[in-house]
């Protein structure tokens, strides 16, 4: 198994890269989301999958650990193969990925080519019980850009307010849904809980 390849970056391509590396060329599938962050000529460091099939080895290539492991997942799902993995993690951020199977938002994961409405709803099925809490409170604060201040306050009023909700026995998707629903910057967590119990309470 090849965990990642170090290199220079030698093509660039709509379909993925080509690095070289102890004097081989490896050609490195990645959606455009990915590559458009590289330059030619660059050293590079791209975490990998190796898949192995019967038309023969490909490398799937991602820009940190948790791509690949959600590329894991992804493609333990039955009728969800690599290409249909990749194209879903370049429409898309983990946590937005992590956040619509928690949601089931299948309208989200539709938005990948290749993936279709019962495919969507099998991945929800199939990994939702799998994400972690710690998972959770990540997709949940999201991919917020700022002062380093204003987003630790952001981070942890969002994953105080889902542990809260969890311990009074919410159901970890119905708490997500109902924080990603009520959300505001300027809430604080005691704020953003009343509001999504109140969400809750209104259905």
């Known amino acids: ?10 093509d660039i391509s709509e379909t993925g890269v080509v690095i070289e590396a102890g004097g081989l060329g490896y050609f490195v599938s990645m959606p455009p989301s990915f590559t458009v962050k590289y330059k030619l000529h ?17 490398l799937f290539g991602f820009e940190n650990k948790k791509q690949l492991q ?11 193969g690599g290409k249909s993995a ?19 938002d299948v309208n989200m994961i539709c938005r990948a080519p290749g ?17 972690s809490t710690e998972e959770l409170s990540n997709a949940i604060s999201g991919e917020i850009t700022g002062e380093a ?21 919410y159901g970890r998707s119905e708490a997500l849904k109902a924080l ?17 119990l109140k969400k ?4």
Do not use: H, W
């Open 180 to 196: 990603s629903d009520v959300y505001s910057p300027e809430d604080d967590t005691s704020g953003l809980l009343k509001k999504a």
């Open 200 to 203: 809750i309470s209104q259905k």
């Open 149 to 169: 201040g204003q987003s630790a306050v952001l981070t942890d009023s969002r994953s105080e307010a889902l542990e809260a909700m969890i311990v009074l026995g």
């Open 70 to 80: 959600l590329f894991k997942r992804l493609t333990s799902v039955s009728g969800v």
């Open 86 to 104: 990749l194209a879903l993690l370049g429409s898309a951020s983990v946590n937005e990925i992590t956040t619509a199977i928690i949601a089931n």
């Open 42 to 58: 660059t050293e590079v460091k791209i975490f990998t999958y190796m898949s192995v099939k019967e038309d023969g080895i490909s």
């Open 115 to 131: 993936l279709g409405k019962k495919t969507a709803q099998r991945i929800i099925l199939e990994l939702k019980d799998k994400i």
């Open 1 to 10: 198994m090849i965990s990642y390849i170090k290199g220079t970056l030698e």
